[in-house]
């Protein structure tokens, strides 16, 4: 199974390159348009050659028509030849273990070797969706990953009371492989203590990057899954035709995030908008912060940053993530990162 974590690298790339995307919802735009928008990037990216591409569970949020992993999975996948498709991720506190155990056997089921099971334990939406959603505790999530992997192998021990339990269907060539996400030191942890590969949300939590990094090698213990530590990063990265294009783009990303913050989320406003919303002091400073953390310039100025804070980090892969208004520019975004990379050559 090490080799379905495992990726190449490609053309000049140091490591291998991914997508996160959550089938962003752009002002003036529909679900629709962002879901084929998705469909879209999935086919090039794997034309560019970027290793897997994920989708993430929100709940909630008008700017993200990503709320069903599974759904929009098997929907790529069938889109799609080559590349890993999966979850980055199912939050599985919001969930049975055995119905992500059948939906993901249906997945592998369809497209054998080619899905990627991510699993978070955040709620991925505001605490009233989360009591909407939620039918357990956050605080069991690692009992529910043994159980989700005890049913994805047909594993419970002889008296258990899942012992009967079928999750089906199962495919022959075996379960996706499971890795555990996070953004704190928690899954770090868990995710070495199991030897299970693991992806930290760079993106959004970049303080606690390289402590998390370092907690996984740490405590990571050598299983069947894996005999040595495989750990990925998202990454916020904007790449456009000029440096000021990117840095407009990428505004319309810290205004969403801004609006989230608030409790007022919407779509991903246009650059216009974003140029001339009349920001606090202490909006602006939030705004300048989100900034800091995303890579943004032409191809080479984001091939460089990347390069940078892959040598900081060790990370084994790169999962970038670009939540910008316009179908077209992340569409854009991902070709000149590759192209700058020579992936396409």
Same mark, same amino acid.
């Given at each position: 199974m090490s080799d379905q974590i495992r990726g190449i690298a490609r053309g000049d790339a140091e490591v291998p390159l991914s997508v996160l995307d959550l089938a962003t919802v752009s002002a003036g735009g529909t679900a629709g348009e962002a879901l084929a928008t998705s469909t879209e990037l999935a086919r090039r990216a794997e034309a560019w050659g970027y290793h897997r591409f994920w989708v993430a569970e929100h709940h909630g949020m008008p700017s993200v028509a990503s709320s069903s992993p599974a759904v929009?999975?098997?929907?790529?996948? @069938?889109? +799609?030849?080559?590349?890993?498709?999966?979850?980055?991720?199912?939050m599985l506190p919001n969930h049975a273990p055995l119905i992500i155990a059948e939906q993901f056997g249906t997945l592998q089921a369809l497209h054998p070797g080619r899905i990627d099971l991510g699993l978070g334990r955040a709620p991925g939406t505001d605490p009233a969706t989360a009591q909407a959603l939620r039918r357990g505790d956050a605080d069991r999530f690692p009992q529910e990953v043994a159980d989700l992997t005890a049913f994805l192998d047909d594993a419970?021990?002889?008296g258990h009371s899942y012992a009967r339990i079928k999750a089906i269907p199962r495919d022959p060539s075996g379960r996706p492989?499971?890795?555990l996400l996070g953004s704190s030191g928690f899954s770090a942890q868990l995710a070495g203590i199991l030897g299970l590969p693991f992806a930290f949300a760079h993106h959004f939590s970049a303080a606690n990057t390289e402590p998390a990094l370092e907690l996984y090698r740490t405590n990571f213990r050598?299983?069947?899954?894996?005999?040595?530590?495989?750990?990925l990063i998202g990454v916020g990265a904007i790449a456009a035709d000029t440096e000021r294009e990117a840095h407009r783009? @990428?505004?319309?990303?810290g205004l969403s995030m801004l609006r989230l913050r608030r409790g007022t989320p919407g779509p991903v406003p246009t650059p216009e908008e974003a140029e001339s919303f009349?920001? /606090?002091?202490?909006?602006?400073?939030?705004?300048?912060?989100?900034? /800091?953390?995303?890579?943004?310039?032409?191809?080479?100025g984001v091939r460089t940053g990347l390069a940078e804070l892959r040598a900081r980090t060790g990370a084994d892969e790169l999962m970038i +993530? +670009?939540?910008v208004y316009g179908g077209a520019n992340r569409l854009r975004s991902f070709e000149l990162i590759a192209q700058a990379h020579k992936m396409t050559e």
């Open positions: 929009l999975i098997a929907h790529l996948a @069938a889109s +799609t030849r080559t590349i890993r498709v999966g979850s980055g991720g199912v419970f021990p002889a492989p499971i890795w050598p299983s069947e899954v894996l005999d040595r530590p495989y750990a783009l @990428a505004l319309t990303s009349p920001y /606090s002091e202490v909006e602006r400073e939030f705004l300048d912060a989100w900034l /800091s953390n995303m890579i943004q310039g032409d191809g080479e +993530t +670009t939540g």
